[in-house]
């Protein structure tokens, strides 16, 4: 009887144990607002918005302790529109990140499924519309460089190293999945950040090939909720850095992508007509600043200079836009605050034989005019 008990007790202790190596955490962010714009299409727009700060979505994280500083993880994530409760990507349930891989304390982590690109995970933190700052409303048109997190990258194999004394690297290489055309819808990717102190910089890198491609399997594809641009050829880099002093935080990120035979962009949902075999070049430059009041109560501001060129059969042009964003942001708790922000965007050039360049700010349909001014108020609840 003594024994059994010993027994019971052993194994109880052993299920304890396991449990405890092994965890699975629900998360999220949702963001609901009503935002103004005074031209979408000729029109004025008052809407109720989701993710005009932040992306809206749910997310499955898990992790199990295999011994050795080794650990399986895995991470499912959907973003979804809280208007209406429809997924971002239509057919798609986890639409932002699905993945399986190993995690060493050492050596890194290997992880395979759909990812975000090295532009995302080291450049973006430093931009206004990343992650450090969550401003959707301040990305760079079209989100020419992903650093809004438009698109993640399917088929990909992904490696991030630990981090070593501040300094983190990796890469991503998305397969195309199509027999006999492996350069057909393909992406790869490359980055690095550095942390030290109140110092931070990063740099990255990003091609796609045939991302407008009849290959939908492939690595990204172009339309809702996916790539906002298709080209032929994308290539994005950039680099940049933030300094902090006390409260107040500033930053530089320097972008340049180049778009060699475009066949679609899309933006808030419409898709530009006659820019089918276009090149386009855009040099992004952003001074970006927050400083907090109060440890509930902070203020950010933005300015980005996109300097474009268009090139091609379509003919030449010189768009330029200026975008200037806005925020106050007050923490109710560690897990809701509520924002206020105001946006300006001013258009200028030529976009070939198409005409004139029309300003279009991230996440709305493009203005008629070479102005667009928005204005937004919203809540948003982290779990």
Known sequence: MKKTLIAASLMGAFAVTAHAQSSVTLYGSLDAGL???NNQGGHNNWQQGSGSVSNTYFGLRGSEDLGGGLHAIF?????????NGQNSEGG????RKAFVGLQSDQYGTLTLGRQYDSMVDYLSPLAASGAGYGNNLAAHPFDNDNLDGSFSIKNAVKYTSANYAGLKFGGLYGFSNAAGQFANNRAWSAGASYDNGPLSFAASYLQLNNSGSSNLGGAVSQGNGTAAIAANLQR????G???TYGPATAGFVYTHTQLDGISGVNVGGVTLPGVAGTN???DNYELNGRYALTPALSLAAAYTFTDGRVTGSNGTGD???HTVSLQSDYALSKRTDVY???VYQHASGELGNFGANVAAINTLAPSSTGNQVAAAVGLRHRF
Do not use: D, M
């Not at 991470?75 to 208007?83: I, V």
């Open 319 to 321: 768009p330029k836009w």
């Open 236 to 239: 994005s880099f950039g680099a």
């Open 35 to 37: 935002v103004y714009s």
């Open 280 to 282: 386009l070049r855009l």
């Open 340 to 342: 206020v922000e105001g």
């Open 92 to 95: 798609t349930l986890f639409n």
């Open 241 to 243: 850095l933030n300094y």
């Open 75 to 83: 991470t499912l994530e959907s973003g979804f529109n809280l208007n």
